[in-house]
Structure formats: structure tokens, C-alpha cells
């Protein structure tokens, strides 16, 4: 049987080198934007985090999850 997903990026196949939580810094190097496009996809909910005061964590699987959603 044919895996539906298998086009889909995870956490096995794309960032391996990037810890299960990442922060601002780390996410722009990931998706290759500037910090004015991360705080916009984080405040928009476009990509999930956890705020801890005024600090972003970023589960990494959001930042792939962001990436499947917009594949075109």
C-alpha cells in the first residue's frame, strides 16, 4: 500500500540538523526569510509557537507543518 504522504515533508526527512524546538533566529535560517517575515508568520498564527514572555519557541514540526500547507 502507497503511503498518501509520502510527498509530505517530516521531521524524518528535512531539518535533521535543527533541534525539536527552535527559535526566531533558527526559523528564519530554516525558511530563509528576514526577522520583520518571522514575526509576521508567528503573530498571525501562521506558525504555531509557544511564547514564554516575550520569547518565541517554535516546535519544529509547526515550522514543517507551515511548509506542507504551502507547497504548490
Not at 23 to 47: F, H, P, Q, T, W
Amino acid at each position: 500500500m502507497e503511503n498518501k504522504n509520502s510527498g509530505l515533508m517530516t521531521t524524518d526527512n528535512i531539518f535533521t540538523e535543527y533541534p525539536d524546538i527552535v527559535a526566531v533566529e533558527d526559523m528564519m535560517k530554516m525558511l530563509c526569510i528576514g526577522r520583520s517575515s518571522a514575526y509576521k508568520l508567528l503573530n498571525s498564527g501562521e506558525i504555531r509557537s509557544i511564547r514564554q514572555g516575550k520569547v518565541h519557541k517554535i516546535p519544529k514540526i509547526c515550522v514543517i507543518d507551515y511548509l506542507n500547507r504551502n507547497l504548490k
